[in-house]
């Protein structure tokens, strides 16, 4: 307070440390989340509906005793600020007389202090208000750095090019293609029963012939970073929010071959992904609607009355999106009883807060279906495929954590463990040489969302420099891929 105090209009910069240490302190006591840069990005990423969702009656009471409270007692107390040079001086030596005293005080018991320190070091997301003003200057530097690029874009595939399997040296064109790329969200791999969960949450997708892999490690725990990392050409140790926003990513490359490259958004938006693709939003209102929460299902319809030509289209879901988990999942579909009905979680149960959850990855199970028997009905007009990956994973009460967003390297699993499976249209695996038995020997196998952008220009068989064949999924299972191992081995093959 001693710094703030030199700032201008001191009484209103203080004012804001305190509603901001009060909301801080509120969601840490409440859900066990840790504040720090990415989390200062959350919050500027959410929506209006996503804030509906964690409003509540406590939340209010934090603010207005902890924030509003101590900022009218604030306004109202007359206050010498000394804006003098003594004063200045003063000002800023308190703070450093103060820190002097602290490491003073620390330094009999340093040992300990530093073990602490380097074996916990989440503890400094939890120190309010220097968890939430360290990261928001963080933030603050990075769009300062952004800001100064002067708008310069790195691209990507200006060398892109269709394979032979898109017939571009055959007289006779072959159907359009379409593929589908779903961004799940908020869904853990430890609920999918597909994983080996004890409930069966995807009795659904169990009957369908898909590929699903099963250890999957997600590029960041909220969607502000895996969103962007999902479709950026950069691994999760290189990737950066900022380095993303200043490149072109896999929707780019894509458009600049024949294809409509679409975007279908069922959350809060696309994190400047889809920036230079077509994008629309489910309208409110419709047959899956309730107000305006609309269920993922409403997505489809994006896939209505397709024109025939080739396309790639990402449904982006809400998922699992919590607080308010019971949002997420249709009256009529509810199986796991009793849920917990509120964005409160510490007025529920655990076994509520699960059955929630639960309900809302059996939700995802049923739409990932229904879009899979929509791409087989289009199958007679089109080669389909589809993918499903979400973006990052949740805490559902495990050591205390609730919702995710933890940093990255202290995060549990609950929070980085995510589920990915593709499905492949028949005609679409013929025409593009894919063994769907190899891919199912491979699919335990670890792999993670810098898979993503190498997987879908293999399967899409689009060649270009950007793409890292280590990273592509789908090439070893490929037919000329296959053949040019077995010769390299000495095999004799067709």
Partial sequence: MSLASLAPYPRVFMSAIFTCSSASAYYIAQYGIYIDAEMIVNVFATDTNEMMDLLSYKFIVYIAMLGIAPSIFLFYTCIDFQNTLGGTIKKVLLPMIGLVLAVAMIFPSMQTFASVMRNNKEIRYLVVPGNFVYGSLRVLGDAIANGSNNGAVTTLGDDVALGPAWGVASSKKPKPVLMVLVVGETARAQNFSLSGYHRDTNKNLKDKDIIYYSDVDSCGTSTAVSLPCIFSNLSRQKFSREDAANSENLLDVLKKLPLDVAWVDNNSGCKGVCANIDFSHVVSGGQFCDGDNCYDEALLGALDRPQLTDKVIVLHQSGSHGPAYYKRSPEGSKEYLPECRTNQLQDCTREEIVNAYDN???????????????????????????????????SLGESGMYLHGAPYFMAPEEQTKVPMLMWLGDAYTSRFGIDRDCLKNNASSNYSHDNVFSTVLGMLDIETKEKNRSLDIVGPCMAGNKAMKLSEAGYKHD
Avoid: C, P
């Fill in 360 to 394: 809302s990855i059996a939700y995802t199970d049923l739409f990932v279906s229904k879009l899979i028997e929509r791409l087989q009905v289009l199958s007679k007009d089109f080669d389909t495929a589809m993918i499903y990956v979400s973006d990052h994973g949740e």
